[in-house]
């Protein structure tokens, strides 16, 4: 089974609207989960993670995301999305019981912002 | 702080030739992982470094190795190239191996292409 699950290849949304870009995670015990954002010919750059505690963590460029185990996600949200948030996002997650200190990283989502 | 820097960004090679890749971690972070994305397979995990010694290490042949210095450096080598392996590798360093809440911050890549 896929450990980490991004099931929308691409989302498209308005500039101004609210967007979700959608993460699912199946590990055993205690997931460190994460959100990255992949802009053309870049590296990847951090968003966000969850680790412990409150289960809406906020993270950079107005981005945060809502950790919900019963449903075992981690989507990604911003209330008012930008042109500029146009990029491929990435989920992943830390399962040291399973995998050892690697991330493993969801398929990617691309996102697109129109004006 | 400088970020993660990785040497070259391009680079064409043919079959059976080899290839290093350079990566200089943020300053201070002592653990260096190398991940390979590509368009059909996505982002996997190749090896994690950390203290001169491989912690991690992903399902890549044996052609694919790695190596980090004294000074958190690392390089990675692939041996008897194959078209298969023309992708983009990615650097990343954190802080430590053993703290797995620690996010990992990427280098901007090495694009490989493989004629």
């Known amino acids: 089974a896929q450990s980490v699950a991004q099931p929308e290849d691409q989302v498209n949304v308005a500039e101004g609207n609210p967007l979700t870009v959608k993460c699912t995670y199946s590990v055993s015990g205690n997931p460190y989960l994460f959100w990255y954002v992949q802009y053309p010919n870049r590296g990847l750059q951090f968003l966000l993670k969850?680790?412990?505690?409150?289960?809406l963590v906020k993270g950079s460029y107005g981005f945060e995301a809502e950790f919900n185990k019963s449903q075992t996600s981690f989507h990604l949200k911003k209330p008012s999305a930008l042109v500029s948030d146009s990029a491929l996002y990435f989920c992943a997650v830390r399962a040291v019981r399973q995998y050892g200190n690697k991330l493993v990283f969801g398929a990617g989502t691309i996102l697109r912002v129109k004006s | 702080k400088a970020g993660v820097t990785q040497t070259p960004r391009y680079l064409i090679k043919t079959r059976g030739q080899q290839v290093t890749l350079s990566c200089s971690p943020i300053s201070g972070h002592r653990s260096v992982s190398w991940y390979q994305q590509t368009p059909g397979q996505g982002l996997q995990f190749l090896f994690e470094y950390f203290s001169e010694t491989q912690r991690n290490k992903g399902n890549f042949p044996g052609r694919f190795s790695g190596r980090q210095f004294s000074n958190s450096r690392s390089e990675m080598n692939v041996s008897t190239l194959e078209l298969g392996d023309s992708a983009l590798y990615l650097c990343?360093?954190?802080?430590?191996?053993?703290?797995?809440?620690?996010?990992?911050?990427f280098g901007p890549g090495t694009r490989l292409t493989v004629l």
């Open positions: 990343a360093s954190s802080l430590e191996a053993g703290a797995s809440y620690n996010e990992q911050f």
């Open positions: 969850y680790i412990t505690g409150d289960n």
